[in-house]
Structures are given as structure tokens and as C-alpha cells.
């Protein structure tokens, strides 16, 4: 058993982490963080996986989401497909091996694989919309979202769904309000088979060495684990029976990559704000040269001081 | 279950055959998931579809629904020939060396003595040979051609693999695979676990379904043993519970069995209930049943049970039919000989076989009172709901009273899990409106009751008016102070009987467990088995360490276990015959000399000798049954017999039609249908989205499977040109219903005596209250007849015609 983690502190402390530890910003640039946190991982191992849904259920409920009530399409998934209510949904895939003729049902959490080198983030175009900490956690704040769907065209994994109550766009946030206080993601939390567990980055690539050890044992010989290099790894990964083919896996992609589109659409973006930046930068001497250095004057410190909190 | 979730971790082999552990347990199904991941144990499930538990396993059977007995004798009938056989367990540990009197038979799937005008039998050829101290004659080189080895090896024979492949429709390279696995866990450090739950009951022998796995279990020495065991997957967080404390129309708690009309005195009913061992030196604990039996009268009535009045015998019923199960309750409701009924937590109207009868049964009550925390389609019979319940309000005359009350999360008290474990929980919310606890509701009625036949009198009072009622609110008894009462209590000072005026327990102090009940009257304990979870150590129940000394999984000291914190039942036949554990590395008990000691409460005494009292003392003969003598209605080895709803006729016994000794009432067997008319064996089952009934008020559950389905192959919908997600019509000779279809590689067509049979699946869950659309359930289609043992409704097979259809009506 992977060890569990210890159940919630009751007593209110402070987050362990927030926006001193961002790595990335959309549409904006960040300072180094002044720490590097330990980059974390969820490990979804798909040869665990009963498909029981309680992850489903344990989302719903954490993030005190509801979703409707809908139909039975001839499958058993349940909703279809990712809402912005339901973050995270199980996909059956009832697949014939080739090679044994035997059936065997694939059954894959979908949801934000959280990049390292997140697509959605690249293709936002609103600042502080998306960021990412440096644990690797991907976050939408959802104060600073202007509801273009852009992230959507640029997640490699079809992930982000808009939200028709809000207009802005939801996805998985890997629990980050759970792991800020020492805690595993929700849906980790009630897996009962441990199919999902959390931890350090590291310490899952060697729980997922065990596992596939295992599946190899029992005749899987190309299990493995899903951490795509395209994307620079993923802060969600797979243990998957067959790593050769992973769409098999109701269509994970076997090699994700950002849209070309998007790097585009980076690249000229970068251009444009250097040459926005490069301007101001003029501007700004030629003001000096027109109208000689600003003067501070104590206005202005007292001023200062009250918006920084009065502080030293 | 023999053994305990935790203990599942210890295993080689897990079989899931008869249940579907990773939908309908998925908590306890960690276990298994620990036993792959540690030891590298394997899993395999056989189903007749393609299961949850399926998806992870390592062997995957398919198998036609209400076969598993051939499949199973087809496993033994392996072992046997291929010497896959724990011997020094078979024939020191089981009755394989005692001989059966002459005369015992086994003919056209029939065995000695059968009435069929009476659907039973007359058993007294059932029986084992005695000596003149009454001791059981054996033949330990098993030669002897009436010991029951070698009938057991006789009547195995016939089930070949080629015979299992012709009637259950599994492959016969599969089923060889099977048996390859299954039969290495004949050696003795090697374990198998045997996981069931409802896919076995609801036969019509279903009893029969688990012994066939029980004996093979015996026959490979895995009962007893970490890692291995009988292990029934309890559907209700609680329903272990309920047979414990004898909520069975038959019992009273603790599994003592409540009188017959015949046994009208004491000492008549005391008489058939001796349990003489029948080997010499054996212990047969059952002869401690006066003590158990007599501490259960006086916590009923207290101090008005006394010597002089048999401890108020007379006060009990006295049974004029084998039981009141429920399918006797309704037939009796349907006859009009029922007129009130108390439905208390559960939901007849969608649980109960063959819909239109259990609807005309409530129609025919003067009441009914319905306790449930939750609407009920029960409460709701009389409504009109369209399709989902077409009934005319105005022609039932019923009155239907509702009282809500507590759900489990709002009371203090202790659930029994599947592992015989008391565990104590407390309340977490405070309960809506005007909902009661079910304490208070018996308490009030009680008080209401009892004051009636004060006033008015009436016949037979004095059971009610003398009633040992001694809580401090006499109207709403505390779950503490009942735990109590279960645990037992002195009466009297009890006093050393080496020195008469030396008290070892004063009057009112709580026993310290079963081993101090007396039949003397001097104590009072209302379920034996679990005397010892609240004596004067405390709460034993709400124990929460999680120590778990070596890591065995028995953690003694979590909560309480039944019996006597016993974690593994029958845990002596760990050991061999020196008392030497099979398996050093899995050691459980060991005997050093003097005592047993170990990981657990030895299911012995502890200073029993290792070869002279064998393992199993509950057993008069003090050993694991392979013949189970006249204990069983329909023989004393299961034998394969067809549904009474059957695509397939009886290839062993083609006159016989399902259970010859199942009870079946007048009027239900003209409502059995044929394959002629109905062509396709249906199945039900529950899924893991939803429990019962009472998650589709759940807004959660109700997203994730909102919606009635019914699941059929691929094959079967070609050629019905069905679509998967579209419209049909499923009926039986007994109901008709509407459903989307669920089309999938995950149920195949099975070929069974050279013929294709079609399976449709039909899960459980939804009505027409609550959260989730509306829907039906699967026993609007259900045979009314249930297990000749214990009457568990027969619904995991049954026949249907299905139809695509252009959609619901209204």
C-alpha cells in the first residue's frame, strides 16, 4: 500500500503555498519565484481502476458542484463528457486485444494532466487568467478570465470546459486548495483501490516502476507510464497496460504536443510585447530628456507607505 | 465471512464467482487489489458478464447464469482426479473418512427418499453409520465404498470438464485454466479465497452454491487459513448484523433457532438440540446451548422467567410453518391472511419477485406502516405514476401511514461488516424534521402497547406486559444500553464454585463474555455471540487502534469481532495435526505444548490437544462437512440443477425442473415461463454508481448513472436490430418494462448443449421517487420462488423476450 496521507488538520494554518510561488503567468511575465517547491504528481494507474467513480463523486462534492441529471446513451460513462461542473469523468473503453482476443475493459480518469508545458496557459491571452506554481500544479483564476475558449484550442488533451453560468472556464485544479494545506486531491483521497495516489513527482515515477514491474509479470509487456515528453511531462500520469497505444484509451493522445497554432500565436505575442516593451523604454527616455527626472515628493512616499500596508 | 476485508491481503488467489466485489464492494475490493500488488496473488472472476471485477483480473469465465454448482463440482471432480487433494486436511479435518448407512442414494437427479407430491424429501437414509456409543464408524484408508469419499468422488464423476463446458457454456480450455490455478492451492502454503455475495443467494439453491465452494475449499485446505475462507460480501453495511441478532422469522439471535408448535415444553425442544459429539473427545460447542438459550429468556423477560417456569418457554412463539419469509408474507398478503404490515427500512414494491403481485398483496392490507429516513416507492403504492406504477388509486382501500426516521449517520450505534466486525459509529448530523430513531418509534409503540393490554387485557398478555423493559427512558431505549443487554449481565451474584462465598461476579455487572453464561437463570444475555463487546472493559466496539502486531491484518484491537474477537473462524485448522501452521511464513496459530498461541483467539480451547479435538467444534462430528447428513432440503451434496426459468432443460435430469425441493406456492408455477415463449436468460445485479434504493435521492449519484438501463450483447442486438442508447421492451411471463439498452462486447452469447443462449442484464436501483429519472426494476419480471434452504428469492435467473421500441409510453 502506498502510504496514506494524514487526514486533514483541523486547526486553520496558513497556505504553504500562493502567488510568491508562480512560475508562469499568462500574458504576463513573473519574476523567478523566490523558492522551488517540490514538484508533485498524481498517478492514476489504469490497471487499478474499477471505475467505481467515487473520484467522480469526491470532486462533485469537494468542490461543491452539482451536475444535471442527465441520460443513459448506451454506455455507461456518465456525464458523456467534461462539463464545467464535472472536472474530471471516467471513459469506458471496451477493446478487443489483437494479440489474445481477449476483452479487455480500459477504464481512464480524464481530466487535467497539468503540464509542465502547458498549452492552455501559452494560448491565454488575459493576464493571471492561468498560472502554474512551481510544484507544477495548473490553476484558472477565474476573476482574471475573459472567457475567449482559447486555453480550450490550446490543450493538447481537450480538457477546459466553458461554463454557460459564468462565461469563464473550468477544469481540474489539482486540488490545489488541498495540497496548499498538506492534503492529497479529493479524488485521490476516495479512491479505494489506490488507482490514484499522490505525492512528490519523483516518488511516483518509482511507485509506477513497481506497478509496471507487476503488469509485466502478469503478461502486459508494454506496460509503462504516460508522462508525455511533448507537453515537457505531465503533473498527472498514467499507468497504462499498453504505453505503445494509448489511444486506445478512449483517445489519449499518443504523443501530445501544444497546437503549432499556439506556439505561433506565443511567438508573435512575444514579439509584439518586446516591441511594445522596447517602445515604452524609449518613451520613457525621451520624457526624461524632455522633462528632466521625476521628483518623489513626501506626498507620494506617505502614499506609497499606505498602499504597501503602512510597512516598513 | 470466515475471515475478515483485511485479511483478503494475505491470499494467493482470489475467486470472485457469485458476486462482483469491484462494483458492489469497491472499499473492500482494496483488499484484493493488495493481495495482486504485494504477493502477486491472481484474480479470477466468473460471471456471466464481463464484470468491473473482470476488468482487473488476471482470468476472466464466462458462465450461463444458475450453473455454478456444475462448474463447481466440475472444479472438485479435477482436484479429485488430478490428486490435487490436501490429504492430511481431508482426512483429518473433514468427514471424508466416516461412513454413510446403506441404503443412501443418488438416481436421475434425485437422492433416496424424495415425495414429489410434497416437493421434499424423507431424509432418514441421510445419514452417517454409528457404533454403539453412538461414535460415527470410519474407514481412514477410504476404502471402504460408503465413506463419504468415495460417494463424493462417485458423484463428482460425471462432471467433466466437457459436461461444464455443455451446460454452463464456458469454454472448456478456460474452465481447464481454472482448474489448473484453483487446484494449486491444494498444496499447504498456498491459499485461496473465495469471494461471493448475491450472484450465489438468489438461486433457488442458493445454499447449495456456496456449499459446492465450501467443500472445495475443504478439499484444499484453505478454511481456516489467512488468506483463505468462505467469504460472503455483505450488500447492507448492517445486514450481518441483522442475522446475527435473529432477525430471520425462523431464529432468535445468536443463530439459536426459535421453537416449533411441536416442541411445545421446554425439555422437547431442548432435546433435539444436544449436538452429542459424535468422535470421541471432541468438543461440540453447540452443548452449550441451554446456557445461551436460557440467558436469552431472561434478558426477554427478566425476573418473571424463572426455573419454575422454564424460564417463560410458553412466552415464545411457537412456528407452525417452517418460516415467515417474505415470500410466505406476501402469498399470505396476496390470500388475504395478512392484513397490517410493519415495513420497516426496506422496499418491498421495488425488491420483492414478481411486481404485480407484491402490488396486489398491499392493495389487499387494511395498513401498512412504513419506517424508512427516505420516500419509498412502497409508502408511494397507491399513487398513480403513469407507466412507472399503473394503478388506480381509487380501488385501494390501504392506509398507509409514514415514519420518518433516522439514517445511520444521524444515531449512535454499531454496524456488523461483512467480517463479523461490531463496529461502533456516532452520530454526525442531527436528523431532519420530524424523523425519529427506530429505537424510539419501538419504544413509544411499546409503551402504547403494553398499557392497552393493561386496560383492556386480551389473550396471551403476559409476554407483552412482562417484557424485561429496564431503560431510563422507557420510551426510546439507548443503543448503549441495548448493546448491553446484548453482551450480558449477572442476575444474581454469581459466586466461585470452588468457595461458595467468594462472588466472581455481582449482580447487574456485565459478563465478560459467552464463556461465563449460565443455565441456571443467574444470567441474562440477549445474543451470545456478541457477549463480550461491552462488558466491563467498556465499549468494545468503538476500539480504534490500528496496531496490527506482524502485519497479519487481523488488528485486534479495532473495533470487536464476533466471536470472541475471534478475527479468523475455525483458525485451529491453520495448524496440522502436531498443531504445526501449514505455512510457517502465514503462521496464524501454533500449538507449543501446552496451549495454542498465536495471532488470534483460538477457535478451541486453548489447551485442547492438537489430534485429539479437531477444528471445526461447532460441528457435532468436530470436523468440516464434505456430506452434510439431513441438514439441507434437497441432499446431501449439491448437484447441478437448471432455474426454475431455464433456457436449457436439465441434461442429468431432464424430468426434473429447477429445485426438486424448492417450495413453490399454487398459482406462481403457472406464472413460470418457458424458452419457447421467452428465449433469453435474463439476469439482475446492482451497480456501483448506486446503493439500492437510496442513492437515486442523491443528486451525485443520481448524474452518474441517472437512468434505467438493460444490457445485452452485440450479437443479440443485430440480430433485433437494437440500438445501443435506443429504446426496449423486456417482458416476462409476469411483467413487462421499458428501458434504454446498454449494447456491449462485455456479454457474449454462450453455447450451451449446442444451443446459443443470449443473456440480458437488469440492473437494480431505479423507481419512480427520488433524484434519478424514473424508471423499473428488475423484479417486475422475477419468478416468485426463492432457495429451498432459506427462500432468498431466485432473481439472478430468469427468462425475457426483448423488443426494440420507438420509445416510452407517457
Redesign the interface.
Known amino acids: 500500500?502506498f502510504p496514506p496521507l494524514p487526514n486533514p488538520n483541523v486547526t486553520p494554518g496558513p497556505a504553504t503555498y500562493g502567488a510568491q510561488d508562480l512560475v508562469r503567468r499568462s500574458a504576463s511575465t513573473v519574476e523567478p519565484p523566490a523558492r522551488q517547491l517540490t514538484p508533485v504528481a498524481k498517478l492514476i494507474d489504469v490497471?487499478?481502476?474499477?471505475?467505481?467513480?467515487?473520484c467522480?463523486?469526491a470532486c462533485?462534492?469537494w468542490n461543491d458542484l452539482?451536475?444535471?441529471?442527465?441520460?443513459?446513451?448506451?454506455?455507461?460513462d456518465?456525464?458523456l463528457d467534461l462539463t464545467a461542473d464535472s472536472l474530471t469523468v471516467m471513459r469506458f473503453t471496451?477493446w478487443?486485444n489483437p494479440d489474445t482476443q481477449?476483452?479487455?475493459?480500459l477504464?481512464r480518469k480524464d481530466g487535467c494532466m497539468h503540464c509542465a508545458d502547458p498549452g492552455c496557459l501559452k494560448a491565454c491571452p488575459s493576464p493571471g487568467a492561468i498560472v502554474q506554481y512551481s510544484n507544477g500544479i495548473v490553476d484558472f483564476i477565474h476573476e482574471n478570465c475573459i472567457g475567449c475558449g482559447y486555453c480550450i484550442k490550446g490543450c493538447p488533451f481537450n480538457i477546459p470546459r466553458i461554463s454557460k453560468k459564468d462565461n469563464t472556464v473550468y477544469k481540474c485544479t489539482l486540488c490545489s486548495d488541498r495540497i496548499a494545506v498538506g492534503q492529497g486531491p479529493a479524488c485521490q483521497k476516495a479512491c479505494?483501490?489506490?488507482?490514484i495516489v499522490f505525492g512528490t513527482k519523483q516518488e511516483m515515477k518509482q511507485w509506477a516502476d513497481?506497478?509496471i514491474k507487476?503488469l509485466k509479470?502478469?503478461g502486459f509487456r508494454n506496460a509503462g507510464l504516460y508522462d508525455p515528453p511533448g507537453v515537457g511531462g505531465t503533473h498527472v500520469m498514467y499507468v497504462l497496460h499498453h504505453l505503445d497505444q494509448p489511444h486506445i484509451y478512449a483517445g489519449l493522445p499518443d504523443n501530445p504536443r501544444i497546437s503549432p497554432l499556439v506556439e505561433l500565436w506565443k511567438g508573435m505575442g512575444k514579439y509584439a510585447g518586446l516591441a511594445i516593451i522596447g517602445l515604452t523604454a524609449a518613451a520613457g527616455v525621451l520624457h526624461h530628456l524632455l522633462q528632466g527626472p521625476n521628483r518623489v515628493t513626501q506626498q507620494d512616499e506617505e502614499s506609497a507607505d499606505r498602499l504597501a500596508g503602512g510597512g516598513t | 465471512m470466515t475471515n475478515s476485508w483485511t485479511d483478503i491481503k494475505n491470499t494467493d488467489l482470489v475467486v470472485i464467482m457469485g458476486g462482483n466485489a469491484a462494483e458492489a464492494h469497491p472499499c473492500g475490493f482494496k483488499w484484493v487489489t493488495e493481495a495482486k500488488h504485494n504477493r502477486g496473488a491472481k484474480l479470477i472472476v466468473i460471471d456471466p458478464r464481463f464484470t468491473r471485477s473482470a476488468s482487473v483480473a488476471d482470468v476472466y469465465a464466462p458462465i450461463r447464469q444458475g450453473t455454478d454448482i456444475a462448474f463447481l463440482l466440475g472444479v472438485q471432480n479435477y482436484a479429485i482426479e488430478n490428486d490435487k487433494v490436501q490429504w492430511e486436511y481431508v482426512k483429518n479435518f473433514t468427514n471424508a473418512t466416516f461412513i454413510v448407512k446403506e441404503g443412501f442414494g443418488f438416481q436421475d437427479g434425485l437422492f433416496t427418499g424424495y415425495d414429489e407430491i410434497r416437493r421434499d424429501y424423507q431424509r432418514d437414509s441421510w445419514e452417517y453409520e454409528l457404533d454403539a456409543d453412538g461414535h460415527v464408524v470410519r474407514d481412514d484408508a477410504l476404502k471402504n465404498p460408503r465413506c463419504v469419499w468415495n460417494l463424493l468422488k462417485a458423484h463428482v464423476s460425471v462432471y467433466t470438464p466437457e459436461l461444464v463446458e455443455r451446460i454452463c457454456g464456458t469454454p472448456k480450455d478456460t474452465f481447464l485454466r481454472i482448474c489448473g490455478m484453483i487446484a494449486e492451492t491444494s498444496a499447504r502454503d498456498k491459499y485461496m479465497t473465495s469471494m461471493y455475495a448475491l450472484g450465489w443467494t438468489q438461486h433457488s439453491k442458493g445454499s447449495q452454491n456456496i456449499r459446492a465452494m465450501a467443500m472445495l475449499q475443504l478439499i484444499l485446505g484453505n478454511i481456516g487459513v489467512r488468506g483463505g475462507g468462505m467469504n460472503a460480501l455483505r450488500g447492507h453495511s448492517n445486514i450481518q448484523g441483522l442475522t446475527d441478532l435473529g432477525l430471520m422469522s425462523n431464529l432468535i439471535p445468536g443463530y439459536l433457532t426459535l421453537p416449533t408448535e411441536r416442541e411445545t415444553s421446554f425439555d422437547d425442544y431442548m432435546s433435539t438440540r444436544g449436538f452429542k459429539p459424535l468422535l470421541p473427545n471432541q468438543t461440540s460447542y453447540w452443548q452449550n446451548y441451554k446456557k445461551f438459550f436460557v440467558s436469552f429468556l431472561k434478558s426477554m423477560w427478566g425476573d418473571a422467567a424463572t426455573a419454575n417456569n422454564n424460564f417463560a418457554y410458553d412466552w415464545l412463539p411457537k412456528l407452525d410453518v417452517p418460516q415467515y419469509d417474505v415470500l410466505r408474507a406476501f402469498e399470505l398478503m396476496h390470500q388475504g391472511k395478512i392484513n397490517g404490515y410493519f415495513c420497516q427500512g426496506f422496499n418491498p414494491l421495488l425488491a420483492f419477485p414478481n411486481r404485480r403481485k407484491i402490488t396486489a398483496a398491499l392493495s389487499k392490507l387494511k395498513f401498512l406502516i412504513v419506517m424508512d429516513p427516505l420516500q419509498t416507492e412502497t409508502a408511494r403504492f397507491w399513487e398513480n405514476h403513469g407507466a412507472h406504477n399503473d394503478v388506480d388509486p381509487a380501488t385501494i382501500q390501504t392506509e398507509v401511514v409514514e415514519l420518518p426516521t433516522t439514517c445511520f449517520a444521524e444515531d449512535e450505534g454499531s454496524l456488523t461488516n461483512s467480517g463479523r466486525w461490531l463496529q461502533w459509529h456516532w452520530a454526525g448530523g442531527t436528523p431532519p424534521g420530524e424523523a425519529k430513531s427506530d429505537n424510539w418509534i419501538m419504544g413509544q409503540l411499546y409503551q402504547r402497547l403494553k398499557e392497552l393490554y393493561q386496560k383492556e387485557g386480551g389473550k396471551v398478555p403476559e409476554p407483552i406486559l412482562n417484557l424485561d423493559w429496564r431503560y431510563k427512558d422507557p420510551g426510546s431505549p439507548s443503543p448503549e444500553e441495548l448493546a448491553k443487554e446484548f453482551n450480558g449481565y449477572a442476575t444474581a451474584d454469581i459466586t466461585d464454585p470452588a468457595d461458595p462465598s467468594k462472588v466472581i461476579l455481582s449482580k447487574g455487572k456485565q459478563v465478560v463474555s459467552f464463556a461465563a453464561l449460565r443455565e441456571d437463570g443467574k444470567t441474562a444475555c440477549a445474543c451470545w455471540i456478541y457477549s463480550g463487546a461491552f462488558n466491563e472493559a467498556g465499549n468494545n466496539m468503538a476500539r480504534r487502534s490500528t496496531n496490527d502486531p506482524d502485519s497479519t491484518g487481523a488488528y485486534p484491537n479495532w473495533a470487536w469481532s464476533w466471536p470472541a474477537n475471534r478475527r479468523i473462524l475455525y483458525n485451529r485448522a491453520s495448524a496440522d495435526l502436531e498443531g504445526k501452521p501449514w505455512d510457517p511464513s502465514r503462521k496464524l496459530m501454533e500449538w507449543d505444548g501446552s496451549t495454542w498461541t498465536g495471532y488470534d483467539v483460538p477457535d478451541i480451547a486453548p489447551n485442547a490437544k492438537p489430534d485429539v479435538v479437531m477444528p471445526f467444534i461447532m460441528n457435532p462430528e468436530g470436523v468440516g462437512r464434505l456430506f452434510v447428513r439431513r441438514m439441507m432440503r434437497e441432499g446431501p451434496f449439491p448437484a447441478h440443477y437448471e432455474p426454475f426459468e431455464s433456457p436449457a432443460v436439465n441434461v442429468l435430469a431432464p424430468k426434473v425442473r429447477g429445485n426438486p425441493a424448492a417450495r413453490v406456492f399454487r398459482g406462481d408455477l403457472e406464472q413460470f415461463g418457458d424458452a419457447k415463449e421467452f428465449p433469453y436468460a435474463a439476469t439482475s445485479y446492482r451497480l456501483t454508481e448506486h446503493f439500492h434504493f437510496w442513492t437515486k435521492h442523491v443528486k451525485v449519484n443520481a448524474a452518474l448513472q441517472p437512468e434505467f438501463f438493460i444490457e445485452i450483447g452485440e450479437e443479440l442486438a443485430k440480430e433485433k436490430g437494437i440500438k445501443s442508447g435506443g429504446w426496449v421492451r423486456v417482458w416476462s411471463k409476469r411483467g413487462s418494462i421499458e428501458a434504454k439498452a446498454m449494447v456491449t462486447k462485455r456479454i457474449r452469447p454462450l453455447t450451451c448443449d449446442g444451443k446459443t443462449v443470449h443473456i440480458v442484464g437488469v440492473p437494480l436501483h431505479w423507481g419512480f421517487t427520488g433524484a434519478a429519472r424514473r424508471g423499473f426494476g428488475p423484479n417486475s419480471l422475477t419468478p416468485y420462488v426463492g432457495d429451498a434452504n432459506v427462500e432468498t428469492p431466485e432473481y439472478k435467473a430468469f427468462l425475457v423476450d426483448v423488443e426494440p421500441i420507438s420509445g416510452p409510453v407517457a
Open positions: 500500500m490497471s487499478k481502476c474499477i471505475g467505481c467513480k467515487a467522480q463523486a462533485l462534492e452539482r451536475e444535471e441529471i442527465g441520460y443513459n446513451h448506451g454506455v455507461l456518465n456525464p471496451e478487443v481477449n476483452l479487455e475493459w477504464i479505494p483501490t489506490q488507482a513497481l506497478r507487476d509479470s502478469r
